[in-house]
């Protein structure tokens, strides 16, 4: 599909800025997860290392989702949009956004279920954990998620410009109007 010089410009820089945002914030959450995750109070040892694994492959999912936003700028050639390329794009960042959205529910699953258990004896002991360590853990495991569907939601826009789109960058270019391909 043939593209406006300005559109073409929009998608290059728009695709490299968020995503290598998020491939240095993928890497940002993933360590702040799995540091907060092994300090927080906890019933069992094996439910902190799958509240924590589950946490940092969520982290790992939106880095590939990061990665593949990156990479999209490459399905731009001499003012063209390699339209199969771009649809693979977008199958891409929704399997990622999904595989985002697995991890982060099994995460939360089982933190969850930490915390509940806590009001009884673990171990011999109770397991006390401060609503504010509770809410910012989970705000903490949902963020992958979240950023992770911004990227899906830009990649959409960007690798299927919709026609109002093309239209606007073509009248901006001052000449007759643009017809895609």
Same mark, same amino acid.
């Given at each position: 599909?043939?593209?406006?010089?300005?559109?073409?410009?929009?998608?290059? %820089?728009?695709?490299? +800025?968020?995503?290598? &945002?998020?491939?240095?914030?993928?890497?940002? +959450?993933?360590?702040? @997860?799995?540091?907060?995750?092994?300090?927080?109070?906890? %019933?069992?040892?094996?439910?902190? @290392?799958?509240? *924590?694994?589950?946490?940092?492959?969520?982290?790992?999912?939106?880095?590939?989702?990061? @990665?593949?936003?990156?990479?999209?700028?490459?399905?731009?050639?001499?003012?063209?949009?390699?339209?199969?390329? #771009?649809?693979?794009?977008?199958? &891409? +960042? #929704?399997?990622?956004?999904?595989?985002?959205?697995?991890?982060?529910?099994?995460?939360?699953?089982?933190?969850?279920?930490?915390?509940?258990? =806590? %009001?009884?004896?673990?171990?011999?002991?109770?397991?006390?954990? =401060?609503?504010?360590?509770?809410?910012?853990?989970?705000?903490?495991?949902?963020?992958?998620?979240?950023? %992770? #569907? @911004?990227?899906?939601? *830009?990649?959409?826009?960007? &690798?299927?410009?919709?026609?109002?789109?093309?239209?606007?960058? =073509?009248?901006?270019?001052?000449?007759?109007?643009?017809?895609?391909?």
């Amino acid at each position: 599909m043939a593209l406006p010089p300005g559109l073409t410009r929009k998608i290059r %820089s728009t695709s490299t +800025l968020v995503g290598s &945002l998020s491939i240095l914030l993928s890497l940002v +959450l993933g360590l702040l @997860i799995a540091t907060v995750g092994y300090q927080l109070p906890t %019933s069992t040892a094996s439910t902190t @290392i799958i509240v *924590v694994g589950m946490g940092v492959l969520s982290a790992f999912f939106y880095l590939f989702s990061g @990665i593949a936003l990156t990479t999209s700028r490459s399905y731009l050639k001499t003012g063209h949009l390699n339209l199969t390329f #771009a649809r693979q794009g977008r199958r &891409l +960042l #929704a399997t990622f956004w999904f595989g985002t959205f697995l991890v982060t529910l099994v995460s939360v699953f089982f933190f969850t279920g930490a915390v509940h258990a =806590s %009001s009884h004896l673990a171990h011999g002991r109770q397991v006390d954990y =401060s609503s504010l360590s509770i809410t910012g853990y989970l705000v903490l495991l949902g963020l992958p998620f979240v950023l %992770s #569907a @911004i990227n899906f939601f *830009v990649g959409r826009r960007l &690798l299927r410009p919709a026609p109002g789109l093309l239209r606007n960058y =073509s009248a901006d270019q001052h000449h007759t109007p643009f017809r895609p391909e």
